[in-house]
T-cell receptor, first 112, second 114 residues
Framework: DSGVTQTPKHLITATGQRVTLRCSPRSGDLSVYWYQQSLDQGLQFLIQYYNGEERAKGNILERFSAQQFPDLHSELNLSSLELGDSALYFC???????????FGEGSRLTVL | QQQVKQSPQSLIVQKGGISIINCAYENTAFDYFPWYQQFPGKGPALLIAIRPDVSEKKEGRFTISFNKSAKQFSLHIMDSQPGDSATYFCATRGGSSNTGKLIFGQGTTLQVKP
């Protein structure tokens, strides 16, 4: 158990809908990362927050947004969902800006 | 995004054999090179990591070999066991941006046959 908690574990929804994925980092970790894992794209970096502030942005679609709250948990919002958004979404945390990343078990999103 | 190229995509090894996975990177400013192991239904977990000031790091049956001039690094799994069957990802970090994000390779699915 990495100590990173992600909910929900599975989510099935329809095209055009909006979902929110939640991540609780390890106790004491200030940095949160979101990654998307699909079969043909590997692990793609989406976004990083550090102590509530956006720190780095990857190839995150404009339909996607995220935030980190004062209690350090993070949410990834996915809107106007398309079939191609079906993937595993991983959250990771690290104690500092640079540090070992600990991954959660992921949220599997299926868009029908 | 800057890329990390990983090969092979899949690998089948007999129990007791040596598994070798290779990665190549582009940015000479990268300064951290970890390998992550992922089992089905689980998130990736750090297996072993190296920094560019050394050419090799060994932890148990797992060894990273690092070639700075060639911009390549590899994972060697000695005496491979069926329990090592998983997907392995190389990654890099560093460069000009002040962020802890990791850039991952495409992954290698390893199957160790009993």
């Amino acid at each position: 158990d990495s100590g990173v908690t992600q909910t929900p574990k599975h989510l099935i929804t329809a095209t055009g809908q909006r979902v929110t994925l939640r991540c609780s980092p390890r106790s004491g970790d200030l940095s949160v990362y979101w990654y998307q894992q699909s079969l043909d794209q590997g692990l793609q970096f989406l976004i990083q927050y550090y102590n509530g502030e956006e720190r780095a942005k990857g190839n995150i679609l404009e339909r996607f947004s995220a935030q980190q709250f004062p209690d350090l948990h993070s949410e990834l919002n996915l809107s106007s969902l398309e079939l191609g958004d079906s993937a595993l979404y991983f959250c990771a945390s690290s104690v500092a800006l640079h540090g070992e990343l600990f991954f959660g078990e992921g949220s599997r999103l299926t868009v029908l | 995004q800057q890329q990390v190229k990983q090969s092979p995509q899949s690998l089948i090894v007999q129990k007791g054999g040596i598994s070798i996975i290779n990665c190549a990177y582009e940015n000479t400013a990268f300064d951290y090179f970890p390998w992550y192991q992922q089992f089905p239904g689980k998130g990736p977990a750090l297996l072993i990591a190296i920094r560019p000031d050394v050419s090799e790091k060994k932890e148990g049956r797992f060894t990273i070999s690092f070639n700075k001039s060639a911009k390549q690094f590899s994972l060697h799994i000695m005496d491979s066991q069926p329990g090592d069957s998983a997907t392995y990802f190389c990654a890099t970090r560093g460069g000009s941006s002040n962020t802890g994000k990791l850039i991952f390779g495409q992954g290698t699915t390893l199957q160790v046959k009993p």
